[in-house]
């Protein structure tokens, strides 16, 4: 049962434009999500979230959109660069309890030069 | 900078062997989590503590167990290895209040023939 789901295993975005990377969540106990990203050979490494209480949090090139009512939520990179080439995982926590984490099961972004 | 450190980057053991992987944190976080990732299924979560000496099932902990005999070190033993645990196993620490970000160790290539 993947409670937490990224349906693109795989994106390609020219250096400069826009890439949007996209999560859907179906336990409506989650209330703080984040995004990491994963390069080969290393861990992942935590880069943006976002709290129920907000629908958009912004760091530089990275922001995050949350639409509760639809249970998605999307990372926007822009403008991509090529460094930005990383798997990244959408990732959620529930409220109460454990700090347990859900994960997606990623999205490989390509930015091509 | 918090620093996870996995005991191995590449381990190879054969069927039916004891194994152990070792993970260090250096900033006193309350929490430990190991994963595991596998292609096409993201990060899954196999163990996590909160505390010296507790420990909680995650999502697939059969044919496992954890050791937390200090805050620092958190320890994943598969009891009996078996080929379908060949994987990348990754630990992560993060602090014991809500919300926090997990730091990532660089992974545990284990290879089980």
């Known amino acids: 049962d993947q409670q937490v789901k990224q349906n693109s295993p795989s994106l390609s975005v020219q250096e400069g434009r826009i890439s949007i990377l996209n999560c859907d969540y179906t336990?409506?106990?989650?209330?703080?999500f984040l995004w990491y990203k994963k390069y080969p050979a290393e861990g992942p490494t935590f880069l943006i979230s976002?709290?129920?209480?907000?629908d958009k949090n912004e760091d530089g090139r990275f922001t995050v959109f949350l639409n509760k009512s639809a249970k998605h939520l999307s990372l926007h990179i822009v403008p991509s660069q090529p460094g930005d080439s990383a798997v990244y995982f959408c990732?959620?926590?529930?409220?109460?309890?454990?700090?347990?984490?859900?994960f997606g099961t990623g999205t490989k972004l390509q930015v091509i030069p | 900078d918090v620093k996870v450190t996995q005991s191995s980057r590449y381990l190879v053991k054969r069927t039916g062997e004891k194994v152990f992987l070792e993970c260090v944190q250096d900033?006193?976080?309350?929490?430990m989590f190991w994963y595991r990732q596998d292609p096409g299924l993201g990060l899954r979560l196999i163990y996590f503590?909160?505390?010296?000496?507790?420990?909680e099932k995650g999502d697939i902990p059969e044919g496992y167990s954890v050791s937390r005999e200090k805050k620092e070190r958190f320890s994943l033993i598969l009891e009996s290895a078996s080929t379908n645990q060949t994987s990348m196993y990754l630990c992560?620490?993060?602090?014991?209040?809500?919300?926090?970000?997990?730091?990532f160790g660089d992974g545990t290539r284990l290879s089980i023939l």
């Open positions: 992560a620490s993060s602090l014991g209040v809500r919300n926090q970000p997990q730091h």
């Open positions: 336990n409506s106990m989650f209330d703080y």
């Open positions: 976002i709290s129920s209480i907000k």
């Open positions: 990732a959620a926590i529930r409220s109460g309890g454990y700090q347990k984490v859900t």
């Open positions: 900033m006193d976080h309350e929490n």
């Open positions: 503590s909160y505390d010296v000496k507790m420990k």
